[in-house]
């Protein structure tokens, strides 16, 4: 059974920085790659980013988040980062962690199978 759980979410002032972590059981780190979501209130659920099990690197960040946002994986914890930088009022939103079998990261939410139950990120201006 495929568990993920967020943490790390909070009300941050404009400019900070957060990390989110997510930790991963009955996921194995060489078959699934991982990905980062996020939904503001009255908003579709948006592709923030994803990483590879195969390349380790952070792939497809959303143009709105490149520059600021970096993910990285730490297999032997069996956990995904966010790590977010230079935050701006409009990131506000609950992220979610997701995972889905095979190598590559995919944008649409429905290509994901597993999901977290999301964590709220707060920036305030």
């Known amino acids: 059974q495929v568990q993920l759980d967020e943490s790390g979410g909070g009300l941050v002032q404009a400019g900070g920085s957060l990390r989110l972590s997510c930790a991963a059981s009955g996921v194995s780190s060489n078959e699934y790659s991982m990905g980062w979501f996020r939904q503001a209130p009255g908003k579709e659920r948006d592709f923030v980013g994803g990483?590879?099990?195969?390349?380790?690197?952070?792939?497809n960040l959303a143009d709105s988040v490149k520059g600021r946002f970096t993910i990285s994986r730490d297999n032997a914890k069996s956990t995904v980062y966010l790590q977010m930088n230079s935050l701006k009022p409009e990131d506000t939103a609950v992220y979610f962690c997701?995972?889905?079998?095979?190598?590559?990261?995919?944008?649409?939410?429905?290509?994901?199978?597993?999901w977290g139950q999301g964590t709220q990120v707060t920036v305030s201006s």
């Open positions: 990483i590879s099990w195969v390349s380790g690197r952070s792939t």
């Open positions: 997701a995972a889905r079998h095979g190598a590559l990261v995919r944008r649409q939410d429905r290509e994901w199978e597993h």
